[in-house]
Nanobody, 124 residues
Framework: QVELVESGGGLVQTGGSLRLSCVVP????????MGWFRQALGREREFVAAISWSGRRQYYADSVKGRFTISRDDAKKMVYLQMNSVKPEDTAVYYC?????????????????WGQGTQVTVSS
């Protein structure tokens, strides 16, 4: 299975910053949006952010709005999640995901290609 590849996770202090990266293989076709999800221990995977195919539209969960920024670099085949002013509740495994074909919506079920995840732990 061809998967997205996330990196950039680690241990950070409350209030600090972290940037997650996602490599998007060219073999994953007909992508219409890219997104980030996260899953904390004992909780279900939840939507964090998404960016449209054109990059002009961005969507954020209320819990991260104003603190996180999703972006893309088509030339480098990368998608990023800039995390600022992190909080302990941001601790989770973060997943990069691709929405493909005719899928719409920002729920987990709308994204068909996923990475293995990268752990983000916020101390304090």
């Amino acid at each position: 299975q061809v998967e997205l590849v996330e990196s950039g996770g680690g241990l950070v202090q409350t209030g600090g910053s972290l940037r997650l990266s996602c490599v998007v293989p060219e073999s994953i076709s007909r992508i219409n949006a890219m997104g980030w999800f996260r899953q904390a221990l004992g909780r279900e995977r939840e939507f964090v952010a998404a960016i449209s195919w054109s990059g002009r539209r961005q969507y954020y969960a209320d819990s991260v709005k104003g603190r996180f920024t999703i972006s893309r670099d088509d030339a480098k085949k990368m998608v990023y999640l800039q995390m600022n002013s992190v909080k302990p509740e941001d601790t989770a495994v973060y997943y990069c995901a691709a929405r493909r074909g005719y899928e719409l919506g920002l729920a987990e079920m709308n994204f068909s290609s996923w990475g293995q995840g990268t752990q983000v732990t916020v101390s304090s």
